[in-house]
Nanobody, 121 residues
Framework: QVQLEESGGGLVQPGGSLRLSCSAS????????MDWYRQAPGSQREKVAS???????IYADAVKGRFTISRDNIRNTMYLQMNSLKPADTAVYYC???????????????WGQGTQVTVSS
């Protein structure tokens, strides 16, 4: 069973920085691809960044050059360093991964509870 817990959100002024953390429990963290999503009020949840088990990273166009995703497989933790924050980055940020218990089994999505990021002066 995978459990994810985000932390690090808060209120920051435009141009500021925050670092989000996602702590994962359960086995096999190093073998899991991990993602950060966000959901603003009235909007659909969108993927912000991904890091594969091999360390490859992908970013949404809206955050390229400003956000950095990373992982620490010793601490079972994923991070999202967010710089040059804009009011448009205001959202609840979620940690996500998927598991597949058996070959014939469907993918199971796992989500954290989310952490609020508010960018405002």
């Amino acid at each position: 069973q995978v459990q994810l817990e985000e932390s690090g959100g808060g209120l920051v002024q435009p141009g500021g920085s925050l670092r989000l953390s996602c702590s994962a429990s359960g086995r096999g963290f190093s073998r899991k691809d991990m993602d950060w999503y966000r959901q603003a009020p009235g909007s659909q949840r969108e993927k912000v960044a991904s890091v594969t088990s091999g360390g490859n990273v992908i970013y949404a166009d809206a955050v390229k050059g400003r956000f950095t995703i990373s992982r620490d497989n010793i601490r079972n933790t994923m991070y999202l360093q967010m710089n040059s924050l804009k009011p448009a980055d205001t959202a609840v940020y979620y940690c996500h991964t998927s598991t597949k218990p058996c070959i014939e089994c469907p993918l199971i999505d796992h989500w954290g509870q989310g952490t609020q990021v508010t960018v405002s002066s």
